[in-house]
Structures are given as C-alpha cells and as structure tokens.
C-alpha cells in the first residue's frame, strides 16, 4: 500500500473523529446551557441522561462509520467518505436542535410519530421560536468547517484515545 494513500485513509478517519468529538462537546455545552437557562433543578438527571443517550448515538454512528470506511473497497472510498460526512453533519444538527426541546418534551410528552408538518411548524415557529433551530444552524456550520478547513487541527493524544476508545 502506499504511504501516501495510507496517510490519506488516516486523515479521512480523522475527520470523523473530529466530527464526532465536534459534535459530542456541542451536545454538552448545549444541554449544560439549556438546563442552566431553565432554573430548575429537577431537569438535572433528565438532562445528565439525555446527554449520555445522545453521546452513545454519536459514538455508535462514528464508530460504524469508521468501520464501513475500513470494510470497503479502495475505488469507493471517496464517495462513501463525502456522503456519510454529509450524513453525519445532519445528524449533528439535528441533535442540536433537542437540547432546547427536552424540558418542553418532558412537560408535554408526544409521540413524534402522530406528529405532522402543520404541527411541526407550529411548534418551531410559535411555540418556541426561530430561535430553536439557531443551535441546529451553528452545528451544521461548525460541522462543515471542521471538513472543509484545510488548517491542520491538532488533537492531543489524548483526546485522540478518548475518541478513538468511544467510537
């Protein structure tokens, strides 16, 4: 194999750590504000379980996705690369978008399933505000400059470990 072609699989693995570790931060910084904001303490333990969910979904998501990037073959790998990055940038924004929702949920819980785009709108547009969807926007933006930044990004060792061990 050749070293250039390994040191490129590398660096694509690479962003999906980074994707991952983007994302998984984001989630707590947002679900620490959130909880913060809201000035009651009996959304604590909610909170603390909701973040561990979304870190477990996220590290089981890359860590399928760095999988399937070592499974398949070599003439695919680029498409397959850009299109689960894309992927996970959506997922990543749409994760984004819960913290915010998660103490309106727990008081008035639904089945998102029986919910339609009328309602949808409704509950974005005037129950919460345009303002729910600003954490999605921030995280798909971060989300893209972390793949398209051609700035070398140094991840500590540690971190690295962490990352790696977690997905």
């Given at each position: 194999m050749d070293i250039n072609k390994n040191?490129?699989?590398?660096?694509?693995?690479?962003?999906?750590?980074?994707?991952?570790?983007?994302?998984?931060t984001y989630q707590l910084a947002l679900h620490i504000y959130f909880s913060l904001s809201a000035r009651d303490p009996r959304l604590f333990v909610p909170t603390v379980i909701?973040?561990?969910?979304?870190?477990v979904l996220l590290s089981i998501i890359a860590a399928i996705g760095n999988l399937l990037f070592i499974l398949i073959p070599q003439k695919i790998k680029k498409v397959f690369h850009r299109t689960f990055l894309t992927c996970f940038i959506i997922i990543g924004a749409l994760f984004a978008s819960y913290p915010k929702i998660l103490r309106e949920y727990l008081a008035f819980p639904v089945n998102i399933f029986d919910a339609d785009f009328s309602s949808a709108k409704v509950l974005v547009s005037d129950y919460l505000g345009i303002t729910a969807l600003l954490p999605s926007l921030i995280?798909?933006?971060?989300?893209?400059?972390?793949?398209?930044?051609?700035?070398?990004?140094?991840?500590?060792?540690?971190?690295?470990?962490?990352?790696?061990?977690?997905?």
């Open positions: 040191h490129q699989t590398i660096n694509e693995r690479d962003k999906i750590t980074k994707l991952f570790l983007l994302f998984t909701a973040f561990i969910h979304d870190a995280a798909f933006i971060l989300g893209v400059s972390v793949i398209f930044l051609k700035a070398r990004i140094r991840i500590p060792n540690k971190i690295k470990v962490a990352g790696f061990l977690f997905c």
